[in-house]
Antibody, heavy 119, light 113 residues
Framework: EVQLLESGGGLVQPGGSLRLSCAVS????????MDWVRQTPGKGLEWVGR??????????HYAASVEGRFTISRDDSKNSLYLQMNSLKSEDTAVYYC??????????WGQGTLVTVSS | DVVMTQSPLSLPVTLGQPASLSCRSS???????????LNWFQQRPGQSPRRLIY???KRDSGVPDRFSGSGSGTDFTLKISRVEAEDVGVYYC??????????FGQGTKLEIK
């Protein structure tokens, strides 16, 4: 059974930082593109960013709303994905999901971790 | 970005009755390889999204055959032949043909009447 388990969410003040982790089991991420997606009541589901696989030089891509503030990394040896979030804003408040990309789709999602940015 | 528009936003359905959910894209979702990367996800209360349908009409393993997807170009439909209590939740369409980014519809909330 494939499982994705996010962790690291919590309450942080505006301008602060947080690092999310996504541990994957039952599936090797080494050949997968991995995404972060967030969900808010107001904006719904929103793509945050992508980490491509080794064959694609581990290239990363980001939504314009987080470019320059968020950094995605991965450790294939630990079968894990990470999201470093800096300079957090109130509008970054959301549930953050990691998801495995497969040909224009997400075949697996984590259970999500809540990030709240508030003073 | 491709805009995905779902309708209705709320769908009350009687148990055992059919349901039809619509999703429209702001541009054709035909990819250069000829495939259409249109997906449907179900999000039950308190859960993360779960994929039901990919490439318009391919059902995921374990998804009941009462769920079916259809459509082409810019217009797509998810049909539930007979709604059951476990189908309550929000249904999202998502396009993966034009990236970045993948984009989602705003969701259709299915409830039991």
């Amino acid at each position: 059974e494939v499982q994705l388990l996010e962790s690291g969410g919590g309450l942080v003040q505006p301008g602060g930082s947080l690092r999310l982790s996504c541990a994957v089991s039952g599936l090797s991420i080494s050949d997968r593109w991995m995404d972060w997606v967030r969900q808010t009541p107001g904006k719904g589901l929103e793509w945050v960013g992508r980490s491509k696989n080794k064959a694609n030089s581990y290239t990363t891509h980001y939504a314009a709303s987080v470019e320059g503030r968020f950094t995605i990394s991965r450790d294939d040896s630990k079968n894990s994905l990470y999201l470093q979030m800096n300079s957090l804003k109130s509008e970054d408040t959301a549930v953050y999901y990691c998801a495995t990309d497969r040909r224009g789709s997400y075949d697996y999602w984590g259970q999500g971790t809540l990030v709240t940015v508030s003073s | 970005d491709v805009v995905m528009t779902q309708s209705p936003l709320s769908l009350p359905v009687t148990l055992g009755q059919p349901a039809s959910l619509s999703c429209r894209s702001s541009q054709s979702l035909v990819y250069s390889d000829g495939n259409i990367y249109l997906n449907w996800f179900q999000q039950r209360p308190g859960q993360s999204p779960r994929r039901l349908i990919y490439q318009v009409s391919k059902r995921d393993s374990g998804v009941p055959d009462r769920f079916s997807g259809s459509g082409s170009g810019t217009d797509f439909t998810l049909k539930i032949s007979r709604v059951e209590a476990e189908d309550v939740g929000v249904y999202y369409c998502m396009q993966g043909s034009h990236w970045p980014p993948y984009t989602f519809g705003q969701g259709t909330k299915l409830e039991i009447k």
